[in-house]
């Protein structure tokens, strides 16, 4: 049985304070190191996209500060320099030319957001990843810049909301003839899209960017119907792969993603990946995923670093994966995978009442469930799909569920 004193963590974001933490709360005593590419604490990136951006006096959404994860959690902290290789066989992780020797390491630096390549030499173009890219764009909308947002899946949509609350007018180009047709199919993706219309943001959708322009700064937008869209300030929310160029050559094996087994181990003796970066079999749904979202991040880092300091029998990521996005003043949920069969909603109706609630039936299983405003719903749903509900079940639980909701206001009514 290997004996872990040294724990090593890439990666200084949500994954990886969490696999700190769950170290620590495991009872773990030796020496943890946290390695993060960006100067910065730990931070939580879902704000920076929303309450960051509309507000000018929201301050950056760190998790601890340094006092405490250098005192109460005991961490060395390398911040400032990436990651730059992982040497299995000497069980050291690079920093430049420092290796930094581990027992066992969880793997969590992320991803990368994709940059338009059609903008590169052109200040005012922004993705949107980093509390530095927030910042910048911030600083943008502050100015007043006329916007444009390359990609209406949850980021540019966060992004155009955000802008919106600003008062700032925001063109939002979506190449698909429906947005987030992967996200959410495009049933839902067609109804989710009428929330931009309702406040004032112009979509379009089934045209591409053709060029941006501008002497040294961003100042159109061309797309390939012809039309020419002025913009001082471009973010770019065309997705984004994994952080995995610092491991290439270190004998793990990449395929979208760090592949793992349903136990988030690399292959490599003593090392475990969580967050973004991770390409894994998830027992829940018996195939091979990954996942850019908050909770499955939290999660995996858990169960990584549980792994990781041993001993013991190896604990499953069986997971139902959850995320949540905030679009003008509306939360939208969704809980299981939208691959899908069939979608039905079940609950509400977004125009009448400015909520929904859809399910997603694969074969004779729930899979999925999506709710607007619907927040006391969703998690109920993905308990239903963590247990294998079927299709009948969950349609049952919906029925219960409006039926509960028209005795209420019945009884309300009535003073009952």
Avoid at 14 to 35: C, D, K, M, N, S
Avoid at 79 to 105: C, F, I, K, N, W
Avoid at 177 to 182: E, F, G, H
Avoid at 227 to 242: C, E, Q, Y
Wanted: with cysteine; glycine share 12%.
């Amino acid at each position: 049985m290997r004996t872990v004193e040294r724990l090593v963590v890439v990666g200084a974001s949500l994954a990886g304070l969490r696999a700190v933490e769950a170290a620590r709360q495991a009872g773990f005593p030796g020496h943890i190191t946290l390695i993060g590419a960006e100067p910065h604490l730990p931070y939580d990136r879902p704000p920076l996209s929303k309450a960051f951006l509309e507000n000018p006096a929201e301050p950056a959404p760190s998790f601890r500060d340094e006092r405490e994860l250098r005192d109460e959690l005991g961490v060395e902290l390398l911040l400032g320099a990436p990651a730059s290789g992982l040497d299995t066989a000497g069980r050291a992780v690079l920093v430049g030319e420092r290796a930094v020797p581990y027992d066992a390491a969880v793997l969590a630096t992320g991803s990368i957001a994709r940059r338009p390549a059609l903008a590169e030499g052109l200040t005012g173009v922004h993705t949107l990843r980093t509390v530095d890219d927030a910042l910048a764009i911030r600083a943008a909308l502050d100015a007043g810049a006329r916007t444009v947002v390359i990609g209406a899946g949850f980021i540019g949509s966060e992004v155009a909301s955000s802008a919106r609350a600003r008062g700032r007018d925001v063109v939002l180009v979506e190449a698909l003839p429906t947005p987030l047709v992967r996200a959410v199919g495009e049933q839902l993706g067609a109804v989710l899209a009428t929330l931009h219309h309702r406040h004032g943001t112009d979509l379009r959708c089934g045209v591409a960017v053709a060029a941006v322009e501008g002497e040294g700064r961003v100042e159109r937008v061309l797309l390939s119907d012809g039309s020419v869209l002025p913009a001082d300030l471009v973010v770019a929310g065309v997705g984004a792969r994994p952080a995995v160029d610092w491991l290439t050559g270190s004998g793990l094996t990449l395929d979208g993603g760090v592949v793992c087994d349903e136990h988030l181990w690399t292959g490599a003796d003593g090392v475990y990946a969580a967050g973004d970066l991770v390409r894994w079999h998830n027992p829940a749904f018996g195939v091979s995923m990954r996942l850019e979202h908050w909770t499955s991040a939290a999660e995996q880092a858990r169960i990584a670093a549980r792994n990781a300091i041993g001993p013991g029998e190896p604990a499953a990521c069986s997971t139902v994966p959850y995320f949540w996005s905030d679009w003008y003043g509306s939360r939208i949920q969704l809980a299981g995978i939208p691959a899908a069969d069939e979608v039905r909603v079940v609950d509400g109706d977004l125009d009448r009442d400015g909520r929904l609630v859809a399910l997603y039936r694969r074969g004779d299983r729930l899979a999925g469930a999506l709710t607007v405003n619907g927040k006391a719903q969703v998690m109920k749903y993905r308990g239903l799909i963590q247990r294998e509900a079927s299709w009948e079940d969950g349609l049952a639980f919906a029925a219960d569920r409006r039926r509960a909701a028209a005795n209420l206001v019945t009884a309300d009514r009535t003073g009952v």
